[in-house]
């Protein structure tokens, strides 16, 4: 079957400012398009500015004065081919209510999937308590929030996330990337799998060769959704990080976390550790209760330009 393009499958139309994110957020259905096209857009930021693939897998938009490159069908590059369809899959699991949280993943061994160089963790949240708005997990804007307002913080998502892309170290010549699916156990079928995912493994450790540095990049809310997305890399990759965010946000918060999870929701309890620590956890992994999990074929990603 072939891939739409994703910028067909997210409903983002071309020349113009304001068509990244609606202009207005009432209802359910235009807080989706909201979160997909957020989400979207992250992952394209994501790949674009980590060089993951050429210049023409990518379509120009503008946001404000952002520059934007989008994800698009690229037959000369079926690595973006496959991002695409990991998107329109996560799209599929949203609409359903499914999808808890989607990891993204790159590390240089694919022998060694479990040692990672950089994790990019999306969380979702189903909600119908009105319009709100959590700029920065910590400042919050009651019901009757502006759809401006929305706007705003996502912008201000994608803004730090620029700001991410743009103060860490090189990676890897050779990466494998893949992302992995998380879900709402107490409300997904046991055989779900969207399109272009399998059933995956919940593995609940996850190694870095150095100390992990867990950045809480934003959060948006819209009343109906939420979207949270945390990066964790190694602390010796990040350049003059601190300064940079903290100067347009002074609530980024910087820990040596795991991935999210919420006690009343979360199933899992995983955890994120330096190599020569890790392999003495894992006698307890087997204990630990297992959240559905979903992957799709991991992208072998060799002699980046």
Known sequence: ?????????????????????????????????????????????????????PESSYGERHLEDLSLRILREDKKCPGSLHVIKWIQGCFDAMEKKYLHMAVLTLYANPEEP????????????????????????????????????????????????YILMQNLGPLPNDVTLTMKLHYYNAVTPHDYQPPGFKEGVNSHILLF????????????????????????????????????????????????????????????????HRTNVAYSQQSSESSRKKRKVSEPVKLFIPDRK
């Open 209 to 272: 060769e150095g100390e992990p540095i867990n950045l809480q990049v934003g959060m948006v809310s819209t009343g109906f959704h939420s979207i949270k997305l945390k990066v964790i890399t190694e602390a010796t990759r990040v350049f003059d990080l601190e300064n940079n965010l903290f100067q347009e946000n002074s609530t980024t918060e910087i820990a040596h976390q795991g991935l999210d999870c919420d006690e009343e929701e979360e199933e899992c309890n995983d955890q994120i």
């Open 1 to 53: 079957m072939a891939i739409a393009q994703l910028s067909h499958s997210i409903r983002i139309h071309k020349a113009s400012k304001e068509t990244i994110f609606p202009s207005q957020i009432t209802d359910e259905r235009e807080s989706l398009v909201m979160v997909k096209k957020l989400f979207a857009t992250s992952i394209s930021c994501i790949t674009y500015l980590r060089g993951l693939f």
């Open 114 to 161: 479990e040692k990672v160089t950089e994790i990019y963790q999306f969380k979702f949240k189903y909600t119908k308590e009105g319009i709100t708005m959590d700029f920065d997990s910590n400042t919050s804007i009651g019901t009757g929030t502006k759809s401006e307002d929305i706007k705003k913080a996502s912008i201000l998502l994608i803004r730090k996330l």
